[in-house]
């Protein structure tokens, strides 16, 4: 399917990171903008001045390269549209649409608390509205910058059948006369959104169900500029494991960590894909799939729980899918953090040792970790190694140790010969293979278990080997 007039938008506060549930959204509204031909715009809402910052602008950006959910269009940024919105207000001002008041703070309080007492909704009472400004004969007060108020319907109700929710209807006496710009003249959030959607030609606006309140005033302002109305799609919001809502414990933290913590981008898409949305049966499935899907449907209801395990487990799916040598070049500067010199004289090949260790690991970092042993000295890096190899070595293994160094200081070096001296040692001292591989594992990786241990050895080079099981 194929519509080159959809328009859809990510629009982020720069107020911190990007976590699990912006990303979502911007995946939801990339895909839906992909699935149809259509257009993906970013928009940096930052007209929370003492909060937006450029450290999380650039976080922002940072995240959304690495999860490959490139815009077409931006990133466009409210703060540079000032002299744009003030003129939309100023045009509704003329138009009667909107209006100033010079309501104070403690007045508002006042009227409240006034209505809380009367069994009343708390709302602003339309005091200065122009005709009831003239009827309570209120005066401007000297030295008082007004805010403005956009004038909302009386009467009537405001419906749109919603993307995710289904009919939605909401009646105008519950809405009272928002704020659209400021004492000081900055355009509110609410405003700017409209503007901005209204411009940028948005026909779909996919967004977290607590964006729903702002939904019919939004709709409002839009029909008393005479915009054309976008389709909405409110997404419930994603849970922990738990059932709460979505914390920093649960892994609401930034994008850029999953990243850090050695996920893959690819699998990352394919989870958050599937929170709040399905296809069949389907679990894993490429980000091509997702955009032949993906066309608004199939959508949740219910908000969804964020699973790391799952997570986990499916990144080890992503994970076991990459050849080894392109493991090898996204580990080795993981390996370098860690102090690692892969080039080392004598070092084994990282891409082998990938492919023998990336079905036992969930991300890179661990697979990062297992990787690092071949590079460590185990005495050198664990002190009380020697204690727990005492208490993993049988006596009748000191001598079956020495046998074995024997055996493959003079044996081809390749998994197969190695695995043949193992077994001459095991009948020549009547041991089980645990016997004996494990003090191996201990003394040349520092480890008592790994894979294979013939495989193991014959990825290390000989003589460092042999120098560990004979120290």
């Known amino acids: 399917m194929t519509d080159a007039r959809i328009r859809t938008r990510f629009a982020p506060s720069p107020t911190g990171f990007l976590h699990i549930g912006g990303a979502r959204t911007a995946l939801f509204s990339w895909a839906f903008a992909r699935h149809f031909g259509g257009t993906f715009i970013l928009r940096i809402e930052d007209t929370d001045v003492e909060r937006s910052t450029p450290e999380a602008v650039q976080a922002i950006l940072d995240g959304m390269a690495w999860l490959g959910l490139a815009h077409d269009e931006g990133p466009f940024y409210q703060m540079r549209r000032m002299d744009r919105y003030r003129e939309v207000i100023a045009q509704m001002l003329a138009a009667g649409t909107a209006y100033h008041c010079w309501a104070t703070p403690a007045e508002l309080d006042a009227m409240r608390e006034a209505q809380r007492a009367r069994g009343e909704k708390p709302r602003y009472d339309g005091r200065w509205r122009p005709e009831n400004r003239d009827r309570l004969g209120l005066l401007v007060p000297a030295g008082q910058q007004p805010v403005v108020r956009f004038r909302n319907p009386d009467n009537g109700e405001v419906v749109w059948n919603d993307l995710v929710k289904g009919p939605i209807a909401i009646a105008n006496t519950e809405l009272d006369d928002l704020i659209i710009a400021r004492s000081d003249g900055t355009p509110t959030y609410n405003f700017c959104v409209v503007v901005d959607d209204w411009e940028m030609q948005i026909t779909h606006v996919i967004r977290g169900d607590d964006h729903v309140n702002n939904t019919p005033r939004q709709i409002n302002i839009l029909r008393a ?84 395990e799952k997570l986990k487990w499916l990144n080890n799916l992503y994970l076991k899918q990459i050849p080894d040598d392109e493991l090898a070049r996204q580990v080795a500067p993981r390996l370098a953090r860690r102090g690692v010199d892969i080039a080392a004289p004598g ?31 185990p005495v050198a890096a664990n002190p009380n190694l020697v204690d727990e190899l005492a208490g993993q070595l049988k006596p009748q293994a000191v001598p079956a140790l020495r046998d074995l160094a024997d055996r493959l200081s003079v044996c081809d070096w390749h998994a197969a010969a190695i695995s043949a001296a193992f077994k001459e040692t095991l009948s020549a001292h009547q041991l089980k293979m ?7 594992r201990l003394k040349v990786f520092g480890r008592a278990q790994t894979p294979s241990v013939d495989a193991m050895l014959a990825l290390m080079p000989r003589d460092i080997v042999l120098s560990r099981l004979r120290a």
Not at 348 to 375: I, Q
Request: overall charge negative; charged content about 20%.
């Open 225 to 308: 500029l005479g915009a054309a109305l976008p389709v909405y799609g409110h997404v419930p919001m994603i849970h922990g494991p738990d059932g709460q809502k979505l914390s920093k414990r649960h892994g609401a933290v930034s994008v850029m960590q999953y990243d850090d913590e050695g996920f893959l981008p690819e699998a990352v898409i394919n989870y958050l894909s599937r929170l709040g949305w399905s296809h069949g049966d389907d679990e894993v499935f490429s980000r091509e799939s997702l955009v032949r899907w993906f066309d608004g449907s199939h959508l949740s209801h219910s908000p969804s729980q964020f699973d790391p």
């Open 347 to 377: 070092s084994p090949d990282l891409s082998r040792v990938c492919g023998l260790f990336k079905d036992r690991a969930s991300t890179l970092e661990e697979l990062a970790d297992l990787a690092a042993m071949l590079w460590v000295d």
């Open 434 to 440: 645990p016997q004996l591989a494990v003090p191996v």
